[in-house]
Nanobody, 127 residues
Framework: QVQLVESGGGLVQAGGSLRLSCAAS????????MGWFRQAPGKERDFVAA????????YYADSVKGRFTISRNNARNTVYLQMNSLKPEDTAVYYC????????????????????WGQGTQVTVSS
């Protein structure tokens, strides 16, 4: 089992920044991708960003490209999401996830391919 704990959410004004963290613990063996998804009230849980095990490859949803940056520190089993130029439409619960053996871009963008999920952290952007 892998446990994931997100932190860093909160309330921020439009144009502001937040940095989310997600720490993994438990059976965190190597070669797993990590991703961030978000879910607004009444909507599906959507892909935000993902990063490969080595950190050399990153993927972003079009809606956050150029504003959000995903990174990871494997020594700490932690993934980060730096969110800049936040907009009210970024308001959602943000979830991190761990996925083993995901070998395609499509897989990294698909929530069903991830194996473990955190409990989520609320991000609210006021206008």
């Amino acid at each position: 089992q892998v446990q994931l704990v997100e932190s860093g959410g909160g309330l921020v004004q439009a144009g502001g920044s937040l940095r989310l963290s997600c720490a993994a613990s438990g059976r965190t063996f190597s070669s797993y991708a990590m991703g961030w998804f978000r879910q607004a009230p009444g909507k599906e849980r959507d892909f935000v960003a993902a990063i490969s095990w080595t950190g050399s490859t990153t993927y972003y949803a079009d809606s956050v490209k150029g504003r959000f940056t995903i990174s990871r520190n494997n020594a700490r089993n932690t993934v980060y999401l730096q969110m800049n130029s936040l907009k009210p439409e970024d308001t959602a619960v943000y979830y991190c996830a761990v996925g083993y053996g995901i070998g395609t871009t499509t897989g990294l963008r698909t929530r069903e391919t991830y194996d473990y999920w955190g409990q989520g952290t609320q991000v609210t952007v006021s206008s």
